[in-house]
């Protein structure tokens, strides 16, 4: 309990420190990894984007988060299943034809993490979105 106590007293008042950035911010922009992801349909890698923008991978990703507000991976995550389900409503194309569009090497994969976005599947969303706007609600 005293150690609780310690422990609690020690993380009293104390704040995360903040990262600066403001030297590789006002030299640097994210734009070329943002074109990157935008003309591929495929995977783009922290790496591959640190490289285009010039900085290493580290640097890359607290630049990217500090201004997108999200982790790299994340955002090409999230850019990929929003494209795939615009072309799931746009078309009658096979759903697994779609998902391997972009970039998604397995259906199980894509509709795992479509299901965890949208919070149903692939083909429910496609069924089911044209007459519940409750599917599309984060689109």
Known sequence: ??????????????????IKLDKIASNVSIDKALELVFSSTTWVTAKEASRACGLNRNSFG?????LMGIHFPEFVL????????????????????????WGFTDTSHFHRHFTKHYGC???????????SPEFAGER
Not at 62 to 66: G, I, K, S, V
Not at 79 to 101: H, M, V
């Open 1 to 18: 309990l005293m150690l609780m106590e310690m422990i609690a007293s020690l993380l009293d008042g104390w704040s995360q420190p903040q």
């Open 62 to 66: 607290l630049l990217f988060r500090q």
């Open 78 to 101: 999230q850019y990929r299943l929003t494209s795939a389900a615009e072309e799931i409503l746009g078309s009658n194309e096979p759903i697994k034809a779609i998902s391997q569009r």
């Open 121 to 131: 599947t692939p083909s429910q969303y496609r069924t089911v979105s044209g007459s």
